[in-house]
């Protein structure tokens, strides 16, 4: 990596590797529905959170113009645990739905890891399922979460080098931060990941080559952490007060980075675009 001499950081932007994975999910999608194998996707949603009914309803509209059937149960926030877990079984028993997605946050008590299994791997489009994460640890086929996913689909689509590499992922979450470095360690960067607990983080993510914030804390990367010229990929989406989207990392670190997603517009329309295309594989893989 180069060092960045004070010009602003390069900018990686998502939408158009975002264009280009919805056409090629919608022209698989048409040729399956022509089978007579119409492509569904079924969203199951047990919260009031505003944020994440935004998510839900971009969801839906995204999938609408590949072609792809998308039904919503909505539980309510006071589901059961119990009825959630039926929910999903009963999707994943259905021969005529293609993929299952399990939104977040759930009511108090349940837990993603421990509903997700419900959720059958041929079918777990997002990666939930404990044994889909064993799964890509191990280097068998599965469905990687799509967010994890997108950080290495857009490194490779704007030509960042990563093997011989060294990638720090700031954070350690199964929907994120452990699977990335997964898939990381796949493409043969030498891989670190911090967490909560990590002594002096500046001194860990200012070594990275290319840096992957995934923490939810806006903000946290500021230019200490970022060695002059490395390559940094912010996957935050927190809401502001004013209810704009900010990142995890600070924007002044533009002027030490040589490249750096923008929040909104990376990582966000990568990962609704693989989400999609991963209800198509699926698809096709039970036509």
């Not at 113009?65 to 039926?86: F, H, M, T, W």
């Not at 041929?122 to 044994?131: I, W």
Request: glycine content about 10%.
């Amino acid at each position: 990596m180069t060092q960045n001499q004070g010009s602003p950081a390069r900018e990686l932007t998502g939408r158009e590797l975002a264009t280009a994975i919805r056409t090629d999910a919608a022209e698989r999608a048409a040729a399956l529905a022509a089978r007579g194998r119409p492509v569904r996707l079924a969203v199951v949603t047990a919260t009031d959170d505003e944020a994440s009914a935004w998510y839900v309803r971009s969801i839906v509209n995204a999938a609408g113009k590949v072609g792809i059937e998308c039904e919503v149960a909505d539980l309510g926030p006071g589901a059961e645990v119990g009825e959630i877990r039926d929910r999903l079984e009963a999707l994943s028993a259905d021969e005529w739905v293609s993929g299952i997605i399990l939104q977040t946050p759930l009511p108090r008590g349940a837990k993603l890891e421990d509903l997700a299994s419900s959720i059958v791997p041929a079918k777990d489009v997002d990666g939930a399922n404990p044994l889909s994460l064993g799964r890509l640890a191990s280097g068998l086929p599965a469905f990687a979460p799509a967010t994890a996913e997108a950080v290495v689909r857009l490194l490779d689509h704007h030509g960042i080098p990563l093997s011989g590499r060294h990638a720090v992922v700031v954070g350690r979450s199964t929907v994120v931060g452990k699977p990335a470095a997964h898939l990381l360690l796949d493409r043969d960067a030498t891989v670190t990941v911090c967490h909560s607990r990590t002594a002096d983080l500046p001194a860990v993510t200012s070594a990275a080559d290319v840096l992957v914030a995934a923490v939810g804390r806006i903000g946290l990367i500021t230019p200490d952490h970022v060695r002059p010229g490395a390559v940094v990929v912010d996957v935050g989406t927190n809401q502001t007060e004013d209810g704009t989207l900010a990142g995890d990392v600070d924007p002044t670190v533009a002027t030490r980075a040589s490249a750096l997603t923008p929040v909104p517009g990376g990582v966000g329309p990568v990962t609704t675009a693989l989400l999609l295309a991963h209800t198509v594989q699926a698809a096709e893989s039970l036509a």
